[in-house]
């Protein structure tokens, strides 16, 4: 698997911005993201990026692991698309983001869809834990036809869910 270089080309996250200037500059820690979403965008390329060390320092210590081995990862995550956020801000305490990442494996692709919980802790939001609602295959779903619902549980149509 190749790990690309990202530094003249579009954020991961799905910002539309450029990596140094999106989720770059936080990994690099020139800054810190100002919101439960921004961390979860930077979170979200450092998992793509395999970087364990910003991953580790943005998980609040009562539920950090104590390392995160990527030696058996085969995924290659392609995408983000956050669904929904409550709470959150500048100046919230805690917040959550629901969120799908897409990646592919194996010549197939998936998503993953999940709720994430985020604290503040002084002035530096933290990931707390996250609950997978759903994994599958993109593409797959219950029914054929056009107006067959998405496969990750949402009770969309897969045209206006994971198919957009």
Partial sequence: MTIPNLSDCNCLCGSGLDYNNCCGAFHSGEQSPVTAEALMRSRFTAYA??????????????????????????A???????????????????GVVE??????????????HEISRFIKSGSRWLYLDGVVKAVGQVGLTRHSGKNALCSCGSGKKFKRCCGS
Avoid: C, H
């Fill in 49 to 74: 990026l395999r970087n364990s060390d910003y991953l580790l320092s943005t998980w609040d210590s009562s539920k950090r692991p104590t390392t995160i081995d990527f030696s058996k990862e085969t």
């Fill in 99 to 112: 969120f799908k990442a897409f990646y592919s494996q194996d010549d197939n692709d998936y998503f993953m």
């Fill in 76 to 94: 290659e995550w392609q995408s983000l698309s956050i669904v929904s956020t409550k709470k959150g801000g500048r100046n919230d305490s805690k």
